[in-house]
């Protein structure tokens, strides 16, 4: 089945906004079999939209569009709706009553703009926003599906996942596909290429992709056959020989992150953990506490911004500041080594380096950041030359801290 | 003029990717007046670019591609092109030379595949590229424009930067426009609309956009006139009315970020900053240390994600985890006033709520946040009801502690 997604917004024609939403229903409708033909993008305006919209349904058999269902003057998607399909706007005295309700259960009232969000076109369906108030609105008509979500990226994806995806797994037109992926880090994409291609040859209807990001490459095996089960079997037989290859890169499958696996290690072993962060700022923290549930194992860190507190918190040695200064191996050692007595923790991570963009030096340039761990058999330190970006070095420094503690539980 | 931005790439149709360069081209399009009607992509396939193309030839003036102009089999680019505008493909044996040259100065022999590069389409223009060897490619009939550039974002902005834009600048059709971004925050879009529009008209060729994040509403002006000065004129007569009806919610323009405002903020009356984050795990100073500089005015956290690091460290009273919870007005106070002791700051901001999914009860919801301040002269708490997305929470709770610090610095 072929689908086009339209995404709304002056804000996206403006390049105001980066549209992620098209890649994400990209991501979703890929995995099920569908192929995104075409994605469009057109400003708040009905006339844009009516033109959009009937040429989308001239040349494919599913369309999705994002943005536009909000309250607002500038919100225009319905009125473009009911012109294209001759439809009338219905009023929802109970989806009203739902909005009113979510308003008063945060206290406050809902202001007489909102009452908009209850009308909605004749003879649609609705599929319930579980994260704000814009429902999600779905047309049949003439074989063809037209689907309609708000453009707020997290309201977008909870509709998608929990509504329409079930609901288009069971049309038909679907070709059976599986997509599994294999989370990687501490290896380069080049790198990780040679090993798994050395000796291996792909089967007909199998696809391998290189994704990198910020935690490591995930490798994205896309497997179709003529049953969901010889699908699943392809996908799964080329995963055991990457696993065989290069297994111990390798933290997780899926929606397996870095964070998830590090936490079921330290769970599985009744292990905790803190941190001590000095350029992250609290983001190391922030990225183990994004898991529900790790209170289980993570206890709580220091920010050690301003040097003092590295002293009288982390029990650094003034003598080693001056010495070797904040950003260096001996006072990664003493923060993490400090950190863990003052928390009791099994293990402790430390983060001291030059973020950037400025701070850096001849000897020190922008982007060394020295990573520690502490733990009742070791005290050891990584030097990591990173970039040039503030937040890329931030966040590669937290995942590389993770990478640190997962090879060292797992003795690798 | 009008102008159809198309981005080409397999990567981009599955989702890959998310193609960041339309909005890159979009921002600097829309900052000298061109509008960007319509914005598509499509998969690496010759039949759908000539589609795409012909349909962009038909409804605007000037069209913008990138992707699919590298040496490999899946660049296919040039041969839609071919096709399009019914013309050869040439060799250019200077272009040669110099993409041969690009090669040895990196110390590499150049692949013979590289050669298609200086195959190009006859009577077209070109735009040397600096960080590649694909050209930017210009052809002009009809009265249309066609730019083909390529996909790889840090090439495709230096020929575009360099070489497109002022060659457009230079074309006759272009309008003056002022783009003028007003940020506020502590407010819902609603509520927002109807105090700006409570007897306000917008002036012809001026548009206003509400723009919804994490950290507030931005309002986006958008003027039109028939020279620079006087669109400036315009976006700055709506500013200045929009500043005089909310200007408490508003904390800057543009650029200008919740945590930069407050940086601004703290360092204009020399204070200083601590926090003390339970459910955030970190997030708040992580935000706090986007800013490069922050050093100058915060000095460090803790993160007391386990009750004992509350008692420990922040000297949070064990009666009063014990009578109101660790989720509690009275905790919030505490922890906020044990962290500016502890760190001798002029102002803690503390965090702890219910974050989600998990945790909830029926006194104390999934997203039941409290938010606490301590400085010299106030200690105050406030309860924030989330939603239900553990994510959403935690950035939404870490940005409701800037704006509360922010209220309590200016007075509001």
């Known amino acids: 089945m072929d689908c086009e997604i339209i995404t709304i917004g002056d804000e996206i024609m403006t390049g105001h906004t980066v549209d992620s939403n098209s890649a994400a229903i990209s991501e979703l409708l890929t995995s099920i079999g569908i192929n995104v033909k075409y994605r469009s993008s057109i400003g708040d305006s009905v006339e844009a939209m009516e033109e959009s919209f009937h040429l989308a349904l001239k040349r494919v058999r599913l369309i999705i569009t994002t943005g536009g269902l909000g309250p607002t003057d500038d919100d225009l998607t319905k009125r473009a709706i009911v012109k294209v399909f001759r439809r ?3 009023f929802h005295e109970d989806l009203l009553e739902d909005i009113k309700a979510r308003w008063s259960a945060r206290g406050i009232e809902m202001p007489a703009i909102n009452q ?16 704000g108030s814009a429902v999600g609105i779905c047309i049949t008509e003439s074989g063809r599906i037209f689907i309609s979500l708000p453009g707020v990226p997290f309201e977008m994806k909870q509709i998608l996942t929990d509504e329409i995806m079930p609901y288009l797994k069971n049309l038909s037109g679907t070709r059976p596909i599986s997509v599994l992926k294999l989370r990687t880090t501490g290896i380069v994409e080049s790198k990780l290429a040679e090993i798994i291609m050395s000796d291996l040859q792909l089967e007909p209807g199998v696809r391998l992709a290189y994704l990198p990001g910020f935690s490591g490459v995930d490798l994205r095996i896309l497997a179709t056959s003529d049953s969901q089960e010889r699908s699943d079997a392809k996908a799964e037989s080329l995963a055991r020989k990457i696993e065989s290859k290069c297994g111990k890169y390798i933290y997780g499958r899926n929606d397996d992150t870095l964070e ?54 982390l029990e650094v ?15 990664a050692l003493q923060m993490a080594a400090g950190a863990r007595k003052l928390f009791g923790t099994d293990y402790a991570l430390s983060i001291t380096g030059i973020a950037g963009p400025e701070g850096g030096t001849d000897e ?44 060292d539980i797992l003795d690798l």
Chains 1, 2 share one sequence.
Do not use: M
């Open 116 to 131: 908009n969000q209850a009308l909605l076109p004749q003879g649609a369906t609705f599929f319930p926003n579980k994260n």
């Open 364 to 407: 020190k340039p922008v982007g060394n950041i020295w990573i520690g761990l502490a733990s009742a058999h070791s005290n050891i330190a990584r030097l990591f030359s990173l970039g040039r970006e503030r937040q890329v070095n931030r966040a590669r420094a937290s995942y590389a801290a993770l990478e640190l503690l997962r090879r």
């Open 317 to 331: 040695d003034p003598a080693t500041l001056k010495k070797y200064g904040a950003v260096s191996e001996q006072t």
């Open 260 to 313: 998830s696996a590090i936490g079921q290690l330290l769970r599985d072993n009744d292990k905790t953990i803190c941190t001590a962060e000095s350029c992250t700022g609290g983001q190391l923290g922030q990225i183990i506490t994004t898991i529900s549930g790790s209170s289980d194992y993570f206890v709580g860190s220091v920010v050690a911004y301003d040097d003092a507190v590295k002293i009288e918190q």
């Open 88 to 90: 009338n706007l219905v």
